[in-house]
């Protein structure tokens, strides 16, 4: 029987030598979820509201493979009950491509969706991402943060599509609608507009092919993007317009390699602001 694409490991999502540690958890997705939240804490969480967001967990932002979060979660001891160390660092891309590389791991396809929620923040579609798995029939989106901690009105493993947004389906919900356009972004960051929504469009074709990358990386058309930036040109629209077409044509069901996205040039390095300032990242090769 010929594998899935989205079935096997990507090179962010391999777990290396925490093969056997990444498998401990429970098998369903809500104890997957909860696994993961037990010893990841969001910068931006109830959690850290309520003891802080140390200095070094701050620094756990810049980590990007699975493997690298779950050797940080095992030299900290955070994986036994007893623990008094801080969790790992992360944002919902980190647990959200943690949960993708555990279903990866049992051969269920599983991808990262990059777009925008509405219930974090009130009249806000803000900057998330969500595992998407298949169950066999259908893609579900499982929101692994809230699966843990519930806290909402719908179904966190299967989150309906009014609720969150791909990052194609926003660029055209926002299209020559800058009032619109201003409510897509990290509102706590004060960040938002067409610019952010145009990053968030690369990030979701890269993540469809298996790359990973972190919510603040911009390469390509996005790179030159920032909250001043005087707008798109009439070229990059036109061709973000183009991407996202290939992306709504990306059938939800399929289980292979998006043939729309295959000529669109994947990065090499891209500009990162982990910390609020640029940085070079030369990025891993598969």
């Not at 806290?151 to 919900?173: K, N, Q, Y």
Request: aromatic residues 10%; contains cysteine; hydrophobic residues 40%.
């Amino acid at each position: 029987m010929r594998k899935s694409f989205y079935a096997s490991q990507s090179v962010y999502s391999e777990p290396g030598s925490y093969r056997e540690t990444l498998m401990g958890g429970g098998v369903e997705p809500k104890s997957i979820a909860r696994w993961i939240s037990s010893f990841m804490q969001h910068p931006r969480g109830a959690e850290s509201e309520e003891r802080g967001f140390k200095p070094e967990q701050a620094a756990d932002l810049e980590l990007r493979s699975v493997e690298e979060i779950l050797s940080v979660a095992v030299k900290r001891n955070l994986l036994e009950s007893d623990s008094e160390q801080h969790k790992v660092g992360g944002v919902c891309r980190d647990f959200a491509i943690m949960a993708v590389s555990r279903f990866r791991e049992r051969g269920t396809p599983a991808r990262l969706r990059v777009g925008f929620a509405d219930y974090l923040v009130a009249d806000r579609w803000e900057d998330h991402w969500l595992c998407e798995w298949h169950d066999g029939e259908r893609w579900k989106r499982l929101d692994v943060e809230f699966a843990a901690i519930g806290g909402v009105s719908f179904d966190t493993l299967d989150v309906p599509g009014e609720r969150f947004l791909t990052a194609s389906e926003a660029w055209i919900r926002i299209k020559g609608n800058a009032e619109m356009a201003s409510r897509f972004g990290v509102s706590s960051l004060d960040l938002g507009g067409e610019w952010f929504v145009a990053g968030s469009l690369l990030r979701e074709m890269a993540a469809l092919r298996k790359l990973e990358l972190k919510p603040w990386d911009y390469w390509g058309l996005s790179k030159d993007l920032s909250p001043v930036s005087t707008g798109l040109s009439q070229q990059a629209r036109t061709e973000l317009d183009d991407l996202a077409s290939r992306l709504t044509t990306v059938t939800i069901d399929g289980e292979d390699e998006p043939d729309a996205l295959a000529d669109w040039p994947l990065p090499d390095e891209v500009i990162s602001f982990p910390q609020g300032e640029p940085v070079a990242v030369v990025l891993l090769n598969s």
